[in-house]
T-cell receptor
Framework: GMPVEQNPPALSLYEGAESGLRCNFS?????VQWFQQNHRGRLITLFY???GTKENGRLKSTFNSKERYSTLHIKDAQLEDSGTYFC???????????FGSGTQLTVMP | EAAVTQSPRSKVAVTGGKVTLSCHQT?????MYWYRQDTGHGLRLIHY???????EKGDIPDGYKASRPSQENFSLILELASLSQTAVYFC???????????FGPGTRLLVL
């Protein structure tokens, strides 16, 4: 299977709602990076984690290397949060980032 | 925030023609990368560089060359553009290979 899988592939939320995105990987990874790709195609770096949890405003991300997953939690969703969210992981055997296929988030008024 | 710029932002090329995509960063990062993104998919690494005058192959280097004439500049070269190279190309830079990568705005390439 794919080394990096993201779930769900698509998600719709109403403004003010919250939800989580998940990134599963097949082998031990040493770091994860989350991006938002906005409607103009621009990639915005949200987080880089080598372990634990980071929080920034309405976003929170966790990385569990042992259980092989990372999550991105969005609370109080806003219209501008719409876009595609990618996780990218760095494997223990290589530094190169491997991207998931993304979760397309639509926030509705 | 790291500043990574790309030019051109979009380009239409003919099959068999030569295409050069440029990337410039102003943050003294040693590492620079070129990725391609196909519609509805994540990014795949084409070439990267960790020092000027040196480039390395990524996961999908076939059909592409790279050039790193200085720390700030990293180019991706398609000597003979093909239809399958239609994609969006992203450049990125980082302090080292363990650090956050900062991405440019992307270049949309259409090969006809």
């Amino acid at each position: 299977g794919m080394p990096v899988e993201q779930n769900p592939p698509a998600l719709s939320l109403y403004e003010g709602a919250e939800s989580g995105l998940r990134c599963n990987f097949s082998t031990t990874m040493k770091g994860v990076q989350w991006f938002q790709q906005n409607h103009r195609g621009r990639l915005i770096t949200l987080f880089y984690l080598a372990q634990g949890t980071k929080e920034n405003g309405r976003l929170k991300s966790t990385f569990n290397s042992k259980e092989r997953y990372s999550t991105l939690h969005i609370k109080d969703a806003q219209l501008e949060d719409s876009g595609t969210y990618f996780c990218a992981v760095a494997s223990s055997g290589s530094w190169q980032l491997i991207f998931g296929s993304g979760t397309q988030l639509t926030v509705m008024p | 925030e790291a500043a990574v710029t790309q030019s051109p932002r979009s380009k239409v090329a003919v099959t068999g023609g030569k295409v050069t995509l440029s990337c410039h960063q102003t943050n003294n990062h040693d590492y620079m990368y070129w990725y391609r993104q196909d519609t509805g998919h994540g990014l795949r690494l084409i070439h990267y560089s960790y020092v000027a005058d040196s480039t390395e192959k990524g996961d999908i280097p076939d059909g592409y060359k790279a050039s790193r004439p200085s720390q700030e500049n990293f180019s991706l070269i398609l000597e003979l553009a093909s239809l399958s190279q239609t994609a969006v190309y992203f450049c990125a830079s980082s302090v080292d290979n363990q650090d956050t990568q900062y991405f440019g705005p992307g270049t949309r390439l259409l090969v006809l």
